[in-house]
């Protein structure tokens, strides 16, 4: 399974950002997806997961009503809308799946992507 992360850049607060993951190598519709994001110095967080064609969509409290997952099994692609930035959002973010299911506090996906920076300042 390849994970390809692309999209990240520099914005200032309040802007958006749309992040993109494509995934080769697994079954699309039938795999978890999901957006990780990590800090220098600091630990992993999830940001959102998408599971069940995205009929089970998970967001961490920090992001609830900011970002929005999506993927389209057709064209392969995942996606993170991202709105209102804030400075806080600032973080190497990284796409992850696996065949079983995870959310963004419980299990650990086994296939990442490299990341893409994403700086909000």
């Known amino acids: 399974v390849q994970l390809v992360e692309s999209g990240g850049g520099l914005v200032q607060p309040g802007e958006s950002l749309r992040l993109s993951c494509a995934a080769s190598?697994?079954?699309?519709?039938?795999?978890?997806f999901g957006w990780f994001r990590q800090i220098p110095g600091k630990e992993r967080e999830g940001v959102a997961t998408?599971?069940?064609?995205?009929?089970?969509?998970v967001y961490a409290d920090s992001v609830k009503g900011r970002f929005s997952i999506a993927k389209d099994n057709a064209k392969n692609p995942l996606l993170l809308q991202m709105d209102s930035l804030k400075p806080e959002d600032t973080a190497m973010y990284y796409c992850a799946a696996d065949g079983f299911p995870f959310t963004v506090d419980a299990g650990i996906p086994n296939y990442w992507g490299q990341g893409t920076q994403v700086t909000v300042s």
């Open positions: 998408i599971y069940e064609n995205g009929g089970i969509i």
């Open positions: 190598g697994c079954l699309v519709s039938s795999f978890c």
